[in-house]
């Protein structure tokens, strides 16, 4: 029969056994983590880039020709933005890539007066109309 003082040299017995375990951890094991994305993930990814970057290329631009049209024209450029996920200081710096001839001129010299691109994309084509008109 265990008794109390039995078991407590027992669990003493024991502590010290455990005790004198030597446990080495090694500093220079590293563990690099791996991560898994499925082929179909990465391969979309790329097709959504390709595209985008294929619609910009293709995005016509505005010179104010009387055969273009500029709400038309800023319509289709508001859908590629937003397609492409471009925040609206972005949109503002990449806009005069769109632009030729006397509008981007026009566009740099009055720059300082689209503040933003939400505030600014309503009234962009009245303000091209009317700077042609004085043309």
Known sequence: MLTRQGAAKLFQAEFRRLADIDIYFPDTESFTPVYYRPLTTVMAEKTVSTLLSKTLEQTRKYSGKSDQDADEWLKD??????????????????IPTFLEGPVKIWFHENSTAFESWSVS??????HIRLQLLNN
């Open 121 to 126: 994309k309503p009234n962009f084509s009245i």
């Open 77 to 94: 450029l508001t859908t590629t933005f937003r397609m492409a996920d471009i925040t609206e200081s972005q949109a503002l710096k990449m």
